[in-house]
């Protein structure tokens, strides 16, 4: 998902193996994020010929807007990922409260003013 409420990215890759079917090996995928973020090197299930396997990640991204990308070889899939600590969301929503009421009031005095002055 884009908005995810914590500092630990969680997702999931497609792999597909397009050997012929006696083959099979454990993919090493590269998972980072940026910026500022870190690169690990995760080591996929057993993927046999002629099959594709889903797999999860997870990977600490920090707060904010990141970058999270999955690569193996030269196949690479990215995607912007907002991650926001659940304490952080409830302060946002307070201080959105807090300044709509204050604009409500301010147009209702306002309001009021222009209405005894005549």
Wanted: charged letters at 20%.
């Amino acid at each position: 998902p884009f908005v995810q409420l914590s500092n630990t990215v969680k997702g999931t890759y497609s792999i597909k193996n397009t050997g012929t079917e006696g083959t099979g090996f454990y993919p090493k995928v590269n998972v980072s994020s940026r910026p500022w973020g870190s690169n690990q090197q995760l080591e996929a299930s057993l993927l046999f010929g002629g099959r594709e396997r889903t797999n999860d990640f997870s990977v600490n991204a920090g707060l904010g807007l990141r970058y999270v990308e999955v690569s193996y070889g030269a196949s690479k899939k990215g995607q912007w990922v907002v991650t926001v600590a659940p304490w952080m969301l409830i302060v946002a929503l307070l201080i959105l409260l807090v300044i709509g009421m204050e604009f409500a009031l301010f147009r209702r005095r306002r309001k009021s003013k222009s209405s005894t002055s005549l």
